[in-house]
């Protein structure tokens, strides 16, 4: 049945404009109808009496138009954003996105979006971009945050409302619109392992973290990439990747672009074969598995087996750990643990990565060809994030731009020579 249209009544409370209205709902699966109070504007200053002016009977009009009266949402789907979220959004979600993105998208609505709207009593569909900027600046107070951890929350409201609107429970995406605090922090640093930090780092760690890590530096795979890997897709000297693990669970790569061949170095290949004959030969399942034939967690390969190799004692050789007691009575290793510095500092997997790229180009690859060995989708993100630079490089540039200027100098001059000689006697003055 239509619902009948309203006009509203407008209040006027502590020198505020407010107008009610009535308004289905879905609560607790129930259509039921709600009061609602929606604040218009304060009260200008020095106005007399409690009559509306027209500019306050025209908002008030406006907004129980948008609300009721031309309302397109059907009264079944006229639900608030907790409702939405933790019934509708989430289950659909689940389905098809990837499981760390989902996760990323539940500690942004647990930990910030929800307790913002809990309580607020605002159906899903009166949001506007004003409420969610609201939402945003209230994030961002936590100067903690980044400013690329806001956009991941901005992102993660984006799709909310994109899924709400494609399915008929509002009529269009308020964060269009919103803005991130330009004042947050940018992002930390990142760091890129030159070819000398690989080449200790393989010589330092055992198997087969080294040829987990020779994976990382000389292919570039992603971790999840790493421990996706199977001996089938090692053919034709490529890795083929086809599979990405994530927390045990075994996926798909990160995008279309992901799944692609990579070509395998012999000095990798070397490793890769080694690795084959240490484990029994075998030409299908996980390179790297465990006891139970399931993807090796690279995770508890750096817990277990990187960082006690590379955190030890300049004094005794030993971990950490090794210098303090576990048991009553235990003795230290040595008397006090300062870190070997001769041992490269461990900056994770995807530190070779970024490696790759960056002694790519420093060997002269051009940026297109990196593109397609780390499998980007677009060039943009090689070349920002990947392409890492250094002192060295800086001051060799400099050098070559010197060279240069030096040789295009003598070029001039030597060309010069005859000009000058041949205007010299006829040279005039000019006034």
């Given amino acids: 049945m239509k619902q009948r249209k309203q006009a509203g009544s407008i209040w006027l409370v502590n020198d505020k404009w407010y107008v009610r209205y009535a308004e289905r709902r879905i609560v607790d699966g129930v259509v039921k109808r709600q009061r609602v109070l929606k604040f218009l504007a304060d009260k200008d200053k020095g106005m007399r009496g409690k009559e509306p002016p027209q500019k306050i009977l025209d908002a008030a009009e406006k907004m129980v138009d948008a609300a009721v009266n031309n309302c397109s949402v059907p009264t079944g789907q006229l639900v608030n954003l907790v409702d939405f979220a933790e019934k509708v959004f989430f289950p659909a979600i689940e389905k098809r996105l990837k499981k760390s993105t989902v996760k990323n998208y539940k500690l942004d609505w647990a930990?910030?979006?929800?307790?913002?709207?809990?309580?607020?009593?605002?159906?899903?569909?009166?949001?506007?971009?004003?409420?969610?900027?609201?939402?945003?600046?209230?994030?961002?107070?936590?100067?903690?945050?980044?400013?690329?951890?806001?956009?991941?929350?901005?992102?993660?409201?984006?799709s909310l409302f994109k899924e709400a609107k494609r399915l008929g429970y509002c009529d269009g995406n308020p964060v269009v619109g919103v803005l991130v605090d330009p004042t947050a922090r940018g992002p930390e640093d990142t760091y890129a392992y030159s070819l000398e930090e690989i080449e200790t780092l393989l010589s330092l760690l055992p198997e087969p973290a080294s040829t987990?890590?020779?994976?990382?530096?000389?292919?570039?795979?992603?971790?999840?990439?790493?421990?996706?890997?199977?001996?089938?897709?090692?053919?034709?000297?490529?890795?083929?990747?086809?599979?990405?693990?994530?927390?045990?669970?075994?996926?798909?790569?990160?995008?279309k672009s992901s799944r692609a061949a990579v070509p395998v170095i012999p000095l990798l290949a070397e490793r890769l074969e080694l690795h084959r004959k240490r484990v029994g030969n075998p030409t299908k399942g996980w390179i790297f598995n465990t006891s139970n034939n399931t993807p090796l967690s690279t995770h508890n390969v750096?817990?277990?087996?990187?960082?006690?190799?590379?955190?030890?004692?300049?004094?005794?050789?030993?971990?950490?750990?090794?210098?303090?007691?576990?048991?009553?009575?235990?003795?230290?290793?040595?008397?006090?643990?300062?870190?070997?510095?001769?041992?490269?500092?461990?900056?994770?997997?995807?530190?070779?990565?970024?490696?790759?790229?960056?002694?790519?180009?420093?060997?002269?690859?051009?940026?297109?060809?990196?593109?397609?060995?780390?499998?980007?989708?677009?060039?943009?993100?090689?070349?920002?994030?990947?392409?890492?630079?250094n002192d060295a490089d800086s001051s060799a540039a400099m050098k070559k731009l010197e060279a240069e200027v030096a040789r295009l100098r003598a070029a001039l001059q030597a060309s010069r020579r005859p000009i000058e000689s041949e205007t010299a006697e006829t040279a005039v003055t000019v006034n």
Avoid at 215 to 244: C, M, P, Q, T
């Fill in 111 to 158: 930990l910030r979006l929800k307790p913002l709207v809990k309580d607020d009593g605002t159906a899903l569909k009166n949001y506007r971009t004003v409420n969610v900027q609201q939402w945003m600046d209230s994030i961002a107070k936590d100067r903690t945050l980044s400013k690329s951890s806001l956009k991941g929350f901005k992102s993660f409201m984006s």
């Fill in 302 to 389: 750096v817990n277990r087996v990187i960082l006690p190799t590379l955190n030890v004692c300049r004094h005794c050789g030993q971990t950490e750990d090794d210098h303090l007691p576990h048991l009553l009575g235990e003795k230290k290793a040595c008397d006090g643990y300062e870190r070997d510095e001769c041992r490269p500092e461990w900056h994770g997997f995807h530190a070779g990565r970024r490696g790759l790229g960056s002694n790519l180009y420093r060997l002269g690859v051009p940026e297109k060809i990196i593109q397609k060995i780390l499998r980007h989708s677009d060039v943009s993100t090689t070349t920002t994030y990947y392409v890492k630079t």
């Fill in 212 to 255: 987990i890590f020779a994976i990382a530096a000389y292919s570039g795979l992603r971790r999840g990439e790493i421990e996706g890997l199977k001996w089938e897709n090692y053919r034709d000297g490529h890795l083929h990747v086809e599979f990405s693990v994530w927390s045990g669970k075994v996926g798909t790569p990160k995008s």
